[in-house]
């Protein structure tokens, strides 16, 4: 090693760095990617037929899908309360009651509606609060769309880590999630949504803090016109 020139072993040791750095990286993508397949390829492609009793309901909003089939969930008789979160602040209390499928006795008596949540964190923390103001301990079923659902219920189990979840993945005649490999209007959707998961985990991981955040008191139903 003597007789080599300092500037050679320099640039030797810069080039095994370079290499190392590039090989660490393509692993990096490698597993990247391979998360991303198993995420597109373990969303839901059919919904289930939930047989499960449960204390409550918490339907995410973002399609009329989502808040119609847990609507129809609670008219079976399978839960108590059924919570609509992230409700935007324009739509009025008798809009919803007209869409869902009940008797409007059982909408003013057994829905509430959240209308603080921004985002998917604010709706598990806009859940946390409904679930602790009801005394809702032990079990929910979850409505969202399939490919919504594993960060749904990630922001969930996070803030609610001793209540069981029941996953009702709600699939879409619009979005085919089986298609990604050949849409790319669909790829984007789940890989948007894969990109979102994994700064979920990160953030519960790294700042398990902020879900500490409370939200401002639920509305009821009935207290809207």
Known sequence: MSGIPPSARMSGFSASLARGLLGGLGLVVVVLLGGFVVFALTLAREEPTLAVRTEGIVAFTGGSDRVIDAAAILARGQAQRLLITGVNRATRSSVLARLLPLPRDMFDCCVDLGYEAQDTAGNARETRQWAQAHHLTRSLIVVTSN??????????????PGVALY???????????????????????????????????????????????????????????
């Open 147 to 160: 490919y919504h659902m594993p960060r749904a219920l990630l922001e969930l189990s996070a803030v609610l």
């Open 167 to 225: 996953p009702f993945p709600v699939v879409s005649e619009h979005v085919d999630v089986a298609d990604w490999p050949n849409d790319l209007r669909v790829a984007q959707l789940v890989g948007g949504e894969y990109v979102k998961y994994l700064r979920a985990i990160f953030r519960i991981a790294f700042d398990p803090d902020a879900d500490a955040i409370e939200t401002t008191p639920l509305r009821r139903s009935d207290a809207l016109p």
